[in-house]
């Protein structure tokens, strides 16, 4: 679909042109869904197969009365109109055209929506890279999710800043942990500018997720159990960035000097690996004693 001109009503008022991207979006949501359609036949979503079909997979019919969707609606959907897609009505045409994780992810994507059911947050690290994180040791290194879960981490990283494998899966948090947990607090020797920026990098990467229950679980439990949190989440800062040289008092070995450096290992599922290098040979010798210890 073609950006349209402006167009001058009754009072000479002109009506802005589309931007050029929001209908190269939806023509893409078009296209993509259609490819789905297609790729169907009636037997795998339980219809009967009817008379010969003029075209490949499920009729548009089919779709919208899998969808619990008006056929016009559907149809307009396919054909690029401009119209209010809701998040409901995505998650029943996912549900109604099969769609894996990926392709629900992409789906809502396109349409510019969250996603009422997205994939749990417990996923599981690939063997892969927990290899990783073993042999970057003595660096400190983890796995986690855009909401600072720790799904993995090595066992230089376990003595960082508290005794980790102590806690209860559900306080393995970074945002928790850094408010909440007496050694991690300990730790943070720069602590109130670490957890501004931690903050505003957090609500960043919740732009797409403040209305999933996970997050929403993890800020209404900061906001009751932290005042600190709360009054620096109502400043509503944003960011993008990690301190440059991070420092660290740790109770086995004292104050240590990192950089660190974050690789997005799977950004569906929000999944990164953190890892802390010695700014310093001083650290450096540190880290290897701090192995050592954790070994």
């Known amino acids: ?120 947050t417990g996923v599981e690290v690939p063997q892969s890279l927990r290899a990783v994180l073993r042999q970057v040791e003595p660096f400190p290194a983890s796995i986690q999710n855009c909401r600072y879960d720790l799904l993995q981490y090595n066992r230089t990283f376990s003595r960082l800043f508290t005794d980790l494998d102590a806690l209860p899966p559900r306080d393995r948090n970074c945002m928790w942990l850094a408010f909440m947990d007496p050694g991690w607090k300990h730790a943070l020797v720069e602590r109130r500018e670490t957890l501004e920026l931690m903050v505003a990098n957090f609500r960043r990467f919740g732009t797409a997720h403040y209305e999933e229950t996970h997050w929403r679980q993890l800020v209404d439990r900061l906001l009751a159990a932290s005042p600190e949190f709360r009054e620096i989440w109502d400043r509503r800062n944003v960011a993008d960035k990690v301190q440059e040289i991070k420092l660290f008092r740790n109770r086995d070995v004292g104050l240590v000097r990192l950089h660190a450096d974050r690789l997005w290992t799977q950004p569906g599922w929000g999944m990164r690996l953190t890892v802390f290098s010695p700014a310093d040979d001083e650290t450096a010798e540190k880290l290897e004693r701090l192995r050592r210890l954790a070994g």
């Open 1 to 120: 679909m073609t950006a349209t001109t402006p167009t001058a009503d009754a009072a000479g008022d002109a009506t802005p042109a589309e931007p050029p991207h929001l209908a190269e979006r939806r023509r893409e949501l078009a296209d993509f869904v259609r490819s789905r359609r297609e790729r169907l036949t009636p037997e795998v979503v339980g219809l009967p197969p009817g008379r010969r079909r003029r075209t490949p997979g499920l009729r548009r019919e089919e779709v919208a009365q899998l969808a619990s969707v008006g056929v016009s609606w559907y149809t307009w959907l396919e054909q690029a109109r401009d119209i209010t897609v809701s998040p409901q009505v995505l998650d029943a045409i996912a549900r109604a055209l099969r769609l894996d994780a990926p392709e629900r992810s992409h789906l809502f994507g396109l349409a510019g929506a969250v996603d009422p059911a997205p994939r749990p």
